[in-house]
């Protein structure tokens, strides 16, 4: 395995472009099997199900964020580690994983209290043993980021969410309800661990060593990124606490679903890019110049990627919908419209994480997601009253205002101008939105005419893709070939 250093620009591209073609076969292959799995699930199980899973995934996740003691990263950033110091980090990951799956058990019941349900108890309880698991993978993870060895990833990413995917329709199809998402979730962990365990045990393997002075100048960093995590991760899932505790998980389960469909280029395609961003910016980060010019194509190919899918799902929600998830979902589709502009947002929001570790600013990260925890849980809680449409309604208006104040701060903290952000995403909204009107006239006549929802949806999609290809040949001509043209290559100029 490389160090992770010297690595000059022709190179650090290919390799770039590599692990973008990778980790977006991977992201589409695992886009692939979160529908699948919606599609199956949504009609096996009920709304209520569906939101006592997320009562329960909230809790869970909170757990994950602690999973890798915030180290991952700072493997990454710091580029070398010798082979004792990487020892201590995996064996701090495994007692972490440990005492994590502990801490949770003790604390369902009082989960269960807060959400006045004591079903999610018995979830939480069973979906401790995922954080052992899950720490078996974590370090070996980091490793292969940092040497941009997304090819190798993928194909355990893929495998494992098969094998999820498989345990959870097939658990629920014996009637363990809820209790199937943490089967699945559980048999993906143990597939995933094992295989990037086994893809670097060749070349480094965890020794019997622990010494608590190499995890100096790692602590401090990944403390950092554990404060930023915390805050992050309630801010990103304070509406389903809300949610949940005043609604129930009866009006928790439709919110769920449209979140899942709407959060969908964010959690999945969005890390196509900004997974491999941190590596590649981290290599670049003492040229401030050639780092923006970098962050700006990353807002960019993000933009182009996200902007067409949300738009296209806000325009065919109410045929989308019920086709992916089941007739009985339709009072998700509004909810599905809205979120889908809190999407928009977030998406471009979410790559400036990678600018500010690669500046090695995880505090700023940090105290930005503290005053939006803060802001958004206020906020729903004044609204959840008047339903969850409202609270969709709070969450658009809030990522709008939260991306402008965002701009501010990385102006202050790297140099980036207001006026590039923009303009880097300006072409892809504007060839959003030719996209959007033409998917928009051609449904009224498709839906007139009663055609089965599979085959308007699939007329709508070649339209929109037709339509927004030529959109950015009038706007840039060249572009997607470029792109194309530098996937196709990466593999033989990284090899």
């Avoid at 690595?7 to 886009?31: E, I």
């Avoid at 990951?93 to 009082?110: E, R, T």
């Avoid at 304070?238 to 969908?264: C, H, I, K, N």
Wanted: aromatic share 8%.
């Amino acid at each position: 395995m490389t160090s992770g250093g010297g690595v000059d620009r022709a190179s650090l591209r290919a390799h770039a472009a590599s692990g973008v073609k990778w980790t977006a076969l991977s992201s589409g292959a695992l886009f692939a099997c979160s529908l699948a799995q919606l599609a199956v699930l949504g009609r096996l199980l009920t709304p209520a199900d569906f939101g006592l899973m997320a009562m329960a995934t909230v809790v869970l996740g909170f757990a994950y964020v602690f999973a890798d003691a915030g180290l991952s990263n700072a493997v990454v950033y710091k580029q070398h580690s010798s082979r004792n110091i990487l020892s201590t980090l995996y064996w701090t990951n495994v007692l972490v994983g440990v005492a994590l799956a502990a801490c949770l058990w003790l604390v369902s019941p009082l989960a269960g209290l807060f959400y006045r349900d004591p079903a999610v108890v018995g979830l939480l309880r069973l979906a401790a043993y995922v954080l052992p698991v899950v720490a078996l993978g974590q370090l070996p993870l980091a490793l292969l980021e940092r040497d941009l060895a997304f090819r190798r990833i993928a194909p355990i990413e893929i495998a494992s969410a098969v094998v999820g995917i498989v345990v959870a329709i097939g658990t629920a199809a014996l009637g363990q309800g809820p209790r199937s998402f943490v089967w699945g979730q559980l048999a993906t962990a143990a597939v995933r661990s094992l295989g990037l365990l086994g893809l670097v045990w060749r070349t480094w393997r965890p020794s019997l060593h622990f010494a608590r002075s190499d995890l100096r100048g790692y602590l401090g960093f990944g403390a950092y990124q554990l404060g930023e995590r915390t805050v992050n991760y309630w801010a990103a899932n304070v509406d389903y606490l809300v949610v949940g505790r005043f609604l129930g998980p009866e009006s928790l389960g439709p919110y769920t679903v449209a979140y899942q469909l709407a959060a969908v280029p964010m959690q999945r395609m969005n890390p196509v890019l900004t997974r491999v961003a941190f590596p590649v910016l981290a290599r670049t980060q003492s040229d401030s110049e050639r780092l923006l010019r970098g962050y700006l194509k990353l807002v960019k190919a993000v933009a182009f990627l996200s902007f067409p899918l949300l738009a296209g799902l806000a325009v065919c929600a109410s045929i989308a919908v019920p086709l992916i998830a089941g007739g009985g979902w339709l009072q998700a589709v509004p909810i599905v419209q809205v979120l889908c502009v809190m999407g928009a947002m977030k998406v471009l929001a979410s790559t400036t994480g990678s600018l500010l570790l690669a500046k090695g600013r995880a505090d700023v990260g940090f105290w930005w997601n503290v005053f939006t925890m803060v802001v958004t849980a206020t906020c729903l809680i004044l609204v959840v009253s008047e339903g969850i449409l409202m609270v969709a309604l709070a969450q658009a208006v809030l990522s709008i205002i939260f991306l402008a104040l965002l701009l501010g701060i990385l102006k202050r903290v790297s140099g980036l101008s207001v006026t590039s952000f923009v303009g880097a995403a300006a072409r892809p909204l504007v060839a959003t939105g030719i996209m959007a009107t033409a998917v928009a006239a051609v449904l009224i006549p498709l839906g007139m005419a009663a055609l089965p929802a599979a085959l308007t949806l699939s007329c709508c999609a070649f339209v929109g893709a037709a339509s927004y290809g030529l959109a950015w040949r009038l706007l840039e001509k060249g572009y997607i070939r470029s792109m194309w043209r530098e996937m196709i290559g990466s593999q033989e100029r990284s090899s």
